[in-house]
């Protein structure tokens, strides 16, 4: 994210309003590119090979499948890669970058690993049905590992500050989905749907290996330490769980309304909830800027503090100490509030664009009704992970796991309840949810402030912890006078 923090320092370091509006469009762009690139590809290729004429039933599984890949292969990705990326900031910090490669490879391994245990399951099960082609299904599980591939090398490439280029990853990958497409279904007569499928599966893979090419190209040394990482797994386990709630409580709540009346279940398999589905969607679009934002932002601004407070700990005055304490969580607040400012107008511009451009391509009727809702939850949301972010700026791993559950849980509940109201807060049990987190990440922080000192000075050991015996408490003995 550093490429684009650079950027849209420069971008902003004019203070004008244009360039301020050109700040938010570049964030905008570079966000939400992938995303849009997909789905033009997906338009593109249904245009070029007909897919009007493909029976509802066949479109449905397309539609479902290409859904279940993003979901899953998300959901798969995520556990880990907070301990990763605290591993391979540790490492950076001590300057050992030749540790970054096989951290890359095991990390690898492991995701590979968990996505198989995770998604074999489903696949027996959607073989067993006989409902969908063998040749389907497999390809259906190459473009899950394509995917889980590209989610996990992204977490390297915001290393190498050229987060652009992913960009153009997609770009090229796309290019040649649409290629493909037209490759296979107009030259070699294969079955759209299946057709469809394959090239995007073969884009994905693509992209994934000119993303792996690039951060074998940023990293070349490799010390061949594989089981360096490990312990990181079991000495920071809150991280996998916190980052692995917050994750899921971005879907949990489609999984509830996957139960509703709304739901749809297509070839014994798979379940969905179009209209809701289609409204988290165009929510997530709107707010996803943010996380760039504030990124963006803690590195350029917040950063500074931050090491300004820790160099004054290590050597500084208790005066000295409190001015940079002070500083460091006043810029803390000030980040925040200025995240919640520029995506609070970005989020009411791509809004008003949807609502007046989607009934123009034939997206309207239920997904518009559920989306503002969904819209306000996801705006929260994301300012609540930008708390979270700041509990692992400080190392409050409790205070994060805390937070993630509570909205994780919330979400679920309220998400049960609104699906009983009117269609317009079918998205009230997200937005609650993100709410409940939001305040239990804002007063963790404000406990955090005041036990910094706490925090900082009190958390060390003056002996080596080990196994064994438990040493005596005598200190002194006095002896007798003869």
């Not at 940079?324 to 995240?339: C, H, I, V, W, Y």
């Not at 309207?364 to 700041?390: D, H, K, S, T």
């Not at 079918?426 to 990440?441: D, E, H, Q, R, S």
């Amino acid at each position: 994210m550093a490429g684009i923090g650079v950027k849209l320092n420069k971008i902003y370091r004019k203070k004008t309003l244009l360039a301020h509006l050109a700040g938010f469009a570049y964030s905008t762009i570079i966000t939400i590119a992938p995303m849009i690139i997909i789905m033009i590809t997906i338009v593109i290729m249904e245009k070029l090979l007909g897919y009007e004429q493909v029976s509802y039933a066949r479109r449905s599984l397309f539609s479902c499948t290409v859904l279940y890949i993003f979901i899953f292969a998300l959901l798969a990705a995520s556990p880990f890669n907070a301990v990763l990326s605290r591993f391979m900031s540790d490492v950076i910090y001590q300057e050992r970058y030749g540790d970054i490669m096989p951290c890359f490879y095991t990390g690898l391994w492991i995701n590979i690993v968990f996505g198989a245990i995770f998604g074999i399951p489903f696949v027996i099960h959607e073989f067993l049905t006989k409902q969908v082609d063998p040749m389907f299904i497999f390809v259906s599980y190459c473009g899950y590992f394509a995917l889980i591939l590209v989610f996990y090398t992204m977490l390297y490439l915001s290393i190498c500050k050229d987060y652009t280029k992913i960009t153009w990853f997609y770009f090229v990958g796309m290019l040649v989905s649409v290629g493909s497409s037209l490759l296979l279904v107009k030259l070699c007569h294969m079955e759209i749907v299946f057709g469809m499928l394959l090239s995007l599966v073969i884009g994905f893979l693509v992209v994934a290996i000119l993303e792996i090419a690039q951060v074998k190209n940023y990293f070349h040394e490799n010390t061949r330490a594989y089981l360096k990482v490990l312990p990181y797994f079991k000495d920071f386990w809150p991280l996998i769980i916190s980052n692995f709630l917050y994750v899921c409580g971005l879907y949990v709540h489609n999984f509830v309304f996957w139960t509703s009346d709304l739901r749809m279940e297509v070839v014994d398999t798979f379940v969905c909830a179009e209209p809701y589905d289609m409204a988290t969607f165009l929510a997530l679009v709107t707010n996803f800027t943010s996380t760039v934002i504030f990124i963006s932002n803690v590195e350029l601004h917040f950063h500074q503090r931050y090491k300004a407070y820790s160099e004054s700990v290590i050597g500084g005055r208790l005066s000295d100490i409190e001015n940079a304490k002070s500083r460091m969580f006043g810029q803390l607040s000030t980040e925040l509030s200025d995240l919640t400012r520029i995506q609070f107008i970005i989020s009411v511009v791509i809004f008003l664009i949807f609502i007046v451009c989607l009934p123009m391509i034939g997206i309207a009727g239920l997904p518009l009704q559920i989306y503002p809702c969904l819209a306000a939850g996801y705006f929260v949301l994301f300012i609540m992970y930008g708390e979270l972010i700041f509990l692992y700026y400080f190392n409050d791993l409790s205070g994060a796991v805390i937070t993630a559950g509570g909205f994780f849980i919330t979400t679920i509940i309220g998400a049960l309840i609104s699906m009983h109201f009117s269609t317009i807060w079918y998205g009230m049990g997200l937005f609650v949810g993100a709410f409940v987190g939001w305040m239990i990440g804002y007063f963790r922080l404000r406990w955090v402030e005041r036990h910094m000192d706490i925090h900082i000075f009190c958390r060390g050991n003056l002996m080596k912890k080990g196994r064994g015996n438990r040493p005596s408490d005598r200190v002194y003995t006095k002896e007798g006078l003869s």
